[in-house]
């Protein structure tokens, strides 16, 4: 009986699975692409979340999303958060296909035991967005012709016919003039204090994505050429061609862009002719291994790669996936074959160099938005770009092999630093450095004998000590008006904190 059982649930089984329809290359249009990731939530439930951005497009459109990690819906401490994102312009379609197929691959190996997969989906949450630009998917036109330049333009910008990729706020400019005064190159969106021009609705709803999810690693899938492309690519100079603009994090966005070049057997190839003949910076493509500054290729500014970089702790590449914009969908097999292998191989860079948590060590609780600072001991230079710990204290620094000092700054804690070697090794997880930062005792309590109490920190005694030296090269009028503000300052201090 047990066997006839066994038996039958095999039978089932098999049915079920063979009654799934399998993925289908083709151009899907903007409700057969919501009913794809839909799909892939109902096959694979408990690893999958399908969710939208806070706005839809111009027209209306949702913004779909779908999640894949063990724990769906949820941020895990000390796992890093990835996304990939495509149709950004609406005629640049062959992102959009790859996506789809990804979500049903990851889904069909991760439930058919593929040990890798289940390895990348278990330590790695991943965000795919198929389409940023849905209403100009839909006014777009498929061109036979590969020629970059060729191929229509129609839907490369939104229903407002607004280049997304040129309407996000350009920071670089913040940033350049930064550089100038010795002043911060990470997280400088609150230094915006006017928009050159409005931001489209897809526009705010990627900005507002940005700032709920504390992304460690990005792509932004494009079209009409073939290359990794890396900040920044907007140059200082304002020059619209050829110029080199190295961003603090230039030796790791090579190597990011790399890790997806290196596993395209056509990206790096040097048999591979040029999408744009006419472009003399286009040839140099494979030469460089299949990457290129953005900048050293054209400038653009207001774009998505930059403001991730100098936003968010968000490290983005762009790629271009072919010359042509639009293939036939007949193409769209060997876009796949081409590109699986790089994408999987570009998720697995959010697990190189360090990651840990920020901690008090008083309490052991999560300090969130402490800086991780970073100098390179292996070459000496110390690294101007900070990433901030997130909600729970967690945090991740994506950097290549070498020996660094990392340093954690946390308001109102004593900066704490380590000393690590990163290695990257393939398919691991970054090595773990935590910080345990001790509290400043920037207040004072009073004892169940109302006498004070200050702190035993170092730095705090330190301040008291350089405080006391003060204090005896003072006049009497000058220790009088200190005298004065320190009292108010005690008061102020010690609302509240007194022990009853």
């Known amino acids: 009986m047990k066997t006839f059982v066994a038996v039958a649930l095999l039978v089932q089984c098999v049915f079920i699975l063979c009654s799934e329809p399998e993925f289908e290359f083709k151009h899907h249009d903007n409700e057969e692409l919501k009913k794809v990731l839909e799909r892939v939530h109902e096959k694979c439930p408990d690893i999958t979340n399908l969710y939208a951005l806070e706005e839809t497009s111009v027209n ?55 040990e890798e997969i289940q390895q990348l989906v278990n330590l790695t949450r991943i965000h795919l967005l ?37 309407n996000f706020p350009d920071l670089n ?38 700032q709920q999810f504390p992304f460690a690693l990005s792509a932004n899938m494009h079209g009409g050429d ?23 994090d230039d030796e790791t966005f090579r190597e990011l862009a790399l890790a997806y070049s290196s596993k395209h057997p056509e990206m790096s190839n040097l ?23 953005g900048a050293a290729w054209y400038s653009v500014a207001g774009g998505m790669q930059d403001f991730n970089y100098l936003s968010s702790n968000a490290m983005e590449i762009t790629l271009e996936l072919g010359c042509n914009k639009y293939p036939p969908a007949a193409d769209l097999p060997k876009y796949w074959d081409q590109n699986k292998d790089s994408m999987l191989n570009f998720m697995w860079q959010a697990h190189t160099g360090v990651k840990g948590v920020v901690s008090d060590a008083a309490t052991g609780e999560g300090i969130a938005n402490a800086l991780i600072q970073v100098k390179n001991l292996t070459t000496g230079q110390t690294i101007n770009h900070d990433v901030t710990s997130a909600h729970g204290g967690d945090y991740w620094r994506l950097l290549t092999p070498g020996r660094y000092e990392v340093t ?5 804690y004593t900066p704490e630093t380590k ?5 990257n090794p393939d398919h691991a997880e970054a090595v773990v450095i935590d910080f345990h930062l001790k509290p400043l005792a920037d207040y004072v309590e009073t004892n169940e004998n109302d006498e004070y109490a200050g702190g035993s920190n170092e730095a705090y005694e ?6 006391a030296e003060n204090i005896d090269k003072m006049t009497s009028e000058e220790l009088a008006t200190y005298e004065e503000e320190f009292a108010k300052y005690l008061y102020e201090k010690m609302d509240g904190n007194r022990l009853h």
């Open 60 to 114: 209306g459109e949702l913004l779909a999303v779908l999640e894949i990690s063990d724990n769906p819906g949820q941020h895990e401490i000390g796992e890093p958060e990835f996304k990939y994102v495509a149709n950004m312009h609406g005629n640049e379609v062959v992102g959009r296909e790859m996506l789809l197929k990804l979500a049903d691959y990851l889904c069909d190996e991760y439930r058919h035991g593929n």
């Open 130 to 166: 198929p389409s940023m630009n849905p209403d100009g998917w839909a006014q777009a036109e498929p061109y036979e012709d590969a020629v970059q330049g060729m191929e229509s333009i129609e839907g490369r910008a939104n229903a407002h016919d607004v280049d997304l990729n040129r």
């Open 173 to 210: 400019r913040i940033v350049y003039s930064n550089e100038k005064l010795h002043l911060q190159n990470n997280h400088v969106l609150n230094q915006l204090r006017r928009l050159s021009t409005p931001l489209e609705p897809e526009t705010r709803a990627v900005l507002l994505w940005l």
């Open 226 to 248: 073939l290359v990794a492309n890396y900040p920044y690519d907007e140059s200082r100079s304002g020059s619209s061609l050829g110029h080199y603009t190295a961003s603090p």
């Open 271 to 293: 048999n591979h002719k040029s999408c744009s003949p006419q472009d003399p910076n286009d040839g140099n493509f494979a030469r460089q291994g299949g990457i290129t500054n």
């Open 408 to 412: 954690s700054v946390a308001a109102d």
């Open 419 to 423: 000393v690590v070697e990163v290695t």
């Open 462 to 467: 330190q301040m008291l000590r350089e405080e």
